[in-house]
């Protein structure tokens, strides 16, 4: 609808419009992930909880086998990956508070878990 009221007042208005348009839809799809990215994570004796806006996930300890960064994304932007046995990948941000900290205490609570950062 934008775009063809943008198309009937001037022809130079319609691509300006589609662009607007898709960086809108970016924008609201980028909302509906910060809701479902972990923002907390908490290991409470023999399990670990990830919270999000969206949702609390909780998973014994003994469950995580291999914490690494995936592919080559080392750098802060990127995420910590955490596989389950059941083969499920957690995605945690690497920028998280006290991550160094958690991963230490998940290693010594779960020494059978390969750390491959």
């Known amino acids: ?10 022809a130079a208005s319609g691509p300006v419009a589609v662009i ?15 809701r479902k990215q972990v923002q907390e994570v908490v290991l409470d004796g023999e399990t670990v909880r990830f919270r ?24 802060g932007g990127g995420y910590l990956q955490l596989r389950t046995r059941a083969g499920q990948a ?14 230490i205490q998940l290693s010594r609570a779960n020494p059978e878990a390969t750390t491959n950062l």
């Open 1 to 10: 609808m934008l775009t063809a009221a943008a198309v009937a007042h001037d």
């Open 20 to 34: 607007g348009g898709g960086w809108f839809a970016l924008g609201v799809g980028g909302l509906y992930q910060r």
């Open 52 to 75: 999000s806006a969206a949702s609390t996930v909780t998973i014994p300890v003994q469950d995580i086998v291999e914490v690494s960064w995936p592919g080559r994304s080392r750098a």
């Open 90 to 103: 957690i995605k945690v941000p690497g920028r998280l508070q006290h991550l160094v900290g958690f991963v």
